[in-house]
């Protein structure tokens, strides 16, 4: 970080913002230009308030160069993070196919869309018990319930479960049952939720991009998690919301790229809320796979036309598995052209 002195700043200024940095246990590094002096804050800036110095009245502005977070940081963890849910890994390499229901509805439901993802090559379920609707009025999820149904699918399936938790008083019941704990687009910046996901959550996490988040306060959502010690958190951009209203939201690929500079944690994509249409989903998922996402995050439905949440956009059993053999084929595609 940079604090760019005013012109009138005098050596007694100077004195007193260095003794007051460095009371922070920060080092400094003083520039005496012709025209300008500067001072070089050398640490863990991260621990400080950019805005605390603007407000000397010797200070003209404060510049960071660095970002403010450190654990999610690609520059202090300069290889692919690998988390672990259930027994599947997720980054590095490894990737994850999250396929199931908007919602649970019933257990022939959960049960009939497990197996068939199972079988076109899904390594983790979804399925949402506690839903986030826009309405008080729509279908809210069966709740508890819907999380011992996740689980008679796991037994029948083997495949580790996916759920969203909204409220913290749950967190107990996600930590025995749950594989994989989402925190929705609408909680990202849910910050007394996200500490306590970080204190609390046993589990990996996974980490959705708010509405209209930017790149830093996604991975500063993430950095919360992470502070309050978990570590384990998976990122899932599902599309941010623009000026266009054809698609339900606007698939952000580029944050693949992005945020894979910018941390060591992996990024799945969600092509089903990002388009909100299931005929964009394939060629979605293709992109993200070849543009380098570890993994996708796909609704999938029996019978999409009944469907309790997000039928729209959820792919019929068939329509998955002919897209995960296309998947199968780029992925192996990508692994060859790096022999
Ligand atoms: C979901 O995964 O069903 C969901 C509600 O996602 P999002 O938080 O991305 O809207
Ligand atoms: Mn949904």
């Not at 605390?52 to 520059?75: C, F, G, I, T, W």
């Not at 580029?254 to 945020?259: D, G, K, L, S």
Request: aromatic share 6%.
């Amino acid at each position: 970080m940079i604090v760019i002195l005013k012109q009138t700043a005098t050596k007694d200024d100077v004195k007193r913002l260095t003794k007051d940095i460095e009371s922070k246990g920060l080092k400094t590094s003083v520039v005496v230009g012709t025209e300008q002096t500067i001072i070089g804050i050398i640490g863990d800036t991260t621990l400080i308030d950019p805005k605390m110095y603007e407000v000397d009245e010797a200070v003209d502005h404060v510049m960071r160069v660095s970002e403010p977070y450190k654990l999610a940081n690609r520059q202090f963890h300069p290889n692919d993070s690998i988390i672990q849910v259930g027994d599947v890994l997720v980054g590095g390499g490894n990737l994850a196919f999250i396929a199931g229901p908007c919602s649970v509805e019933s257990k022939e439901q959960i049960i009939e869309v497990a197996k068939s993802v199972k079988a076109s090559g899904a390594n983790i379920l979804r399925g949402g018990a506690f839903k986030p609707r826009t309405s008080p009025y729509s279908f809210q999820g069966m709740g508890t319930e819907a999380i011992d149904l996740l689980l008679e699918a796991k037994k029948e399936t083997g495949l580790p479960i996916c759920t969203e938790l909204m409220d913290a008083s749950y967190i107990p019941l996600f930590n025995e049952k749950v594989d994989l704990v989402q925190i929705g687009t609408r909680n990202m910046q849910n910050y007394a939720l996200l500490k306590k996901v970080g204190q609390e959550v046993k589990k990996p996490v996974l980490l959705k991009r708010g509405l209209a988040s930017t790149y830093e306060e996604w991975i500063m959502a993430a950095e919360y998690i992470m502070a309050n010690g978990n570590k384990n958190v998976i990122l899932c951009e599902r599309g941010i919301r623009t000026y266009e209203t054809y698609t339900r939201n606007t698939l952000d690929l580029q944050a693949i790229p992005v945020i894979k500079k910018l941390t060591h944690l992996p990024i799945i994509i969600d092509p089903s809320h990002a388009g909100g249409k299931w005929w964009l989903v394939p060629a979605m998922s293709k992109a993200s796979i070849v543009a380098g996402a570890d993994g996708l995050m796909i609704e999938v439905h029996n019978d999409p036309e009944k469907a309790l949440s997000d039928g729209p956009q959820s792919l019929r059993p068939d329509k998955y598995d002919s897209l995960m053999k296309d998947i199968k084929k780029l992925v192996k595609v990508m692994a060859d052209g790096n022999d």
